[in-house]
C-alpha cells in the first residue's frame, strides 16, 4: 500500500521569505515522490518529482524538494516566495512496487504569501 | 489544443440520474486515468487505462461507476444512479506510460447532483 500525508492544511508566508510545504510517505518499495500545484479553477500542475538518484530535486517556478529517506519526507521548499506562487499543492507517491503509474495523493496544503 | 481535455466543465444532475463524463487525452499517450477531487481533499483514484484496456479499476467506488476507452484515445466515465455523494470535481490525466508520475491533468468536470 501507498500513502502519503501532509500535516499542514495551510501554510502562511510573506513575500520575499523562504517556505517550506510538508509532505511524508509511506510505501513498501521504494518511493516515487512528486509535488503538483493547483490553482483556482484550473488543472493539476506537476512541479517536480524525485525517482533516484540525488536527494535534492529541482523543479519549476524555483522549487525544490528534498527527499529524505529516513524521515520519509519529500518536503517542498522555496528560497524567496511571490505571491503568485499562493495555491493549491498537493505531494504524491508511487509505489515502485506498483506494475501501474497510478499516483496517491496528500490532502493538500493551502499556501498563502501576503505582501 | 495541446491538453487534456475535459467536458462538460459543470454538469448539475438529479438524484437518480444517469450522467456521461468525457476525457480527450494528449494525442499519443497511452495511458489515461479518472481521480476523484471532493472539496478540500487530494485527488482520489478511480480507474488507470492502459489504451484500450482497464488495467486497474480498484478505485471505483461501486458498481455504479463504470468507465471505458473503446479505441485507446478517448475515455467516457459513466454514472448510474447518481447520488448526492457522487458531487465532486473529477479528474482525467494522461501520460506516456513510460515516465513515472508525469501525468497530465485536464481541468475537470464539477458534478453536482442535486
Known amino acids: 500500500a501507498q500513502s502519503v500525508a501532509q500535516p499542514e492544511d495551510q501554510v502562511n508566508v510573506a513575500e520575499g521569505n523562504p517556505l517550506t510545504v510538508k509532505c511524508t510517505y509511506s510505501?513498501?518499495?521504494?518511493?516515487?515522490l512528486f509535488w503538483y500545484v493547483q490553482y483556482p479553477n484550473r488543472g493539476l500542475q506537476f512541479l517536480l518529482k524525485?525517482?533516484?538518484?540525488?536527494?535534492l530535486v529541482k523543479g519549476s517556478y524555483g522549487f525544490e524538494a528534498e527527499f529524505n529517506k529516513s524521515q520519509t519526507s519529500f518536503h517542498l521548499k522555496k528560497p524567496s516566495a511571490l505571491v503568485s506562487d499562493s495555491a493549491l499543492y498537493f505531494c504524491?507517491?508511487?509505489?515502485?512496487?506498483?506494475?501501474?503509474?497510478?499516483?496517491?495523493f496528500g490532502g493538500g496544503t493551502r499556501l498563502m504569501v501576503k505582501p | 489544443g495541446a491538453g487534456v481535455s475535459q467536458t462538460p466543465s459543470n454538469k448539475v444532475t438529479e438524484k437518480g440520474k444517469y450522467v456521461e463524463l468525457r476525457c480527450d487525452p494528449i494525442?499519443?499517450?497511452?495511458?489515461l486515468y479518472w481521480y476523484r477531487q471532493s472539496l478540500g481533499q487530494g485527488p482520489e483514484f478511480l480507474i488507470y487505462?492502459?489504451?484500450?484496456?482497464?488495467?486497474?479499476d480498484s478505485g471505483l467506488p461501486n458498481d455504479r461507476f463504470f468507465a471505458v476507452r473503446p479505441e485507446g484515445s478517448v475515455s467516457t466515465l459513466k454514472i448510474q444512479r447518481t447520488e448526492r455523494g457522487d458531487s465532486a470535481v473529477y479528474l482525467c490525466?494522461?501520460?506516456?506510460?513510460?515516465?513515472?508520475?508525469?501525468?497530465?491533468f485536464g481541468e475537470g468536470s464539477r458534478l453536482t447532483v442535486l
Open positions: 490525466a494522461s501520460s506516456t506510460g513510460t515516465t513515472p508520475g508525469e501525468l497530465f
Open positions: 510505501v513498501s518499495g521504494n518511493p516515487y
Open positions: 524525485y525517482i533516484t538518484g540525488d536527494n
Open positions: 504524491a507517491v508511487r509505489d515502485s512496487n506498483n506494475a501501474g503509474n497510478m499516483l496517491t
Open positions: 494525442s499519443g499517450h497511452t495511458a
Open positions: 487505462f492502459q489504451g484500450t484496456g482497464a488495467a486497474d
